[in-house]
């Protein structure tokens, strides 16, 4: 039995040996893709696995080295009283989608009909970002690009598109920007630059025109961090998000901290002295004595093939 009954030990998981990429978590499942040209989705609880092979036409063999593959899995259970979580025997959908800096394609596979749709398709200038998985605002799914753009993919339509980041959105590498879910339906983004936040929304104009608008929210992360962080090593990057509870995590050379957006709930998740290679990803699952939370985290991967 766990010791904290709210909590899931990390060492109750261990990502299969025939994992090539771990790509992110939802709904008590993850996703993953094996060297076989098989996208697997996994419940990490009891280890079973469900692997779907790739759909014809997306890629192939010779190629696949070339290209930069990212996947996200949903369950699509419709049913009254159904609670995301305890998922593995629910329908679901997942998206694979591989692209490089000339083009990202992604395709739907829905696991009622066992099918993978058409395969859709934008020009675009950045490879996807391995190491972010995928974030769910209401019925699309965003992926961060590698200089900062996002890749979208309306599950409905089935089409797929770039969104250029703000004008003004600088940042000094990949471990500047981060997907936000704000208020559970709007498209937000999060820069960092000098241990301030500043935060973005994606909202439409009087006439109509879409486009991002800076919040006057700037978060200023110095003043959260433990007074005896050395100069030298005051810088963060965000490592990890979790959709649900709109939180990030930022790692620095002291450890790791977790970030709830809204409320301003700053807590340390690790300690350390060094920096780390790690991202994380956020996990959540439920079992009779109730529900549970844990941070599933793994090594970070290479950003492009």
Not at 90 to 97: A, E, G, H, Q, Y
Request: glycine share 8%.
């Amino acid at each position: 039995m766990d010791t904290k009954p709210d909590r899931i030990s990390a060492a109750r998981f261990s990502v299969p040996k025939s994992s090539r990429d771990f790509l992110g978590c939802r709904h008590g499942l993850a996703v993953f893709i094996k060297w076989l040209r098989e996208t697997v989705v996994w419940d990490p609880l009891t280890g079973q696995q469900q692997r779907v092979s790739f759909p014809p036409g997306l890629g192939n063999a010779e190629t696949d080295i070339f290209w930069v593959w990212h996947a996200a899995v949903l369950c699509v259970d419709a049913e009254d009283g159904h609670v995301h979580g305890d998922c593995f025997s629910s329908p679901f959908k997942l998206v694979l989608t591989c692209g490089g800096d000339t083009q990202a394609s992604a395709c739907l596979y829905e696991s009622a009909s066992g099918a993978w749709g058409n395969i859709a398709s934008t020009p675009t200038t950045d490879a996807i970002l391995r190491i972010r998985p995928s974030v769910l605002i209401r019925n699309a799914l965003f992926w961060l690009l590698c200089e900062g753009d996002i890749l979208a993919f309306d599950i409905e339509s089935q089409s797929l598109d770039v969104i250029e980041k703000p004008v003004d959105a600088h940042g000094t590498d990949d471990y500047s920007f981060q997907i936000l879910r704000i208020n559970d339906s709007g498209l937000g983004f999060a820069v960092m630059s000098n241990l301030s936040i500043q935060l973005w929304k994606r909202s439409s104009s009087s006439d109509d025109v879409v486009g991002w608008v800076l919040q006057s929210k700037v978060i200023q992360l110095e003043g959260l961090f433990p007074q005896g962080m050395c100069s030298d090593y005051k810088k963060a990057g965000m490592v990890g998000y979790d959709e649900e509870s709109d939180a990030i995590v930022l790692a620095t050379y002291i450890g790791d901290f977790m970030l709830q957006l809204d409320s301003m709930r700053f807590r340390r998740i690790s300690k350390r002295n060094c920096w780390s290679s790690k991202v994380y990803y956020p996990y959540r699952n439920f079992y009779t004595a109730g529900g549970t939370e844990t941070l599933f985290e793994q090594p970070r991967v290479s950003e492009r093939s």
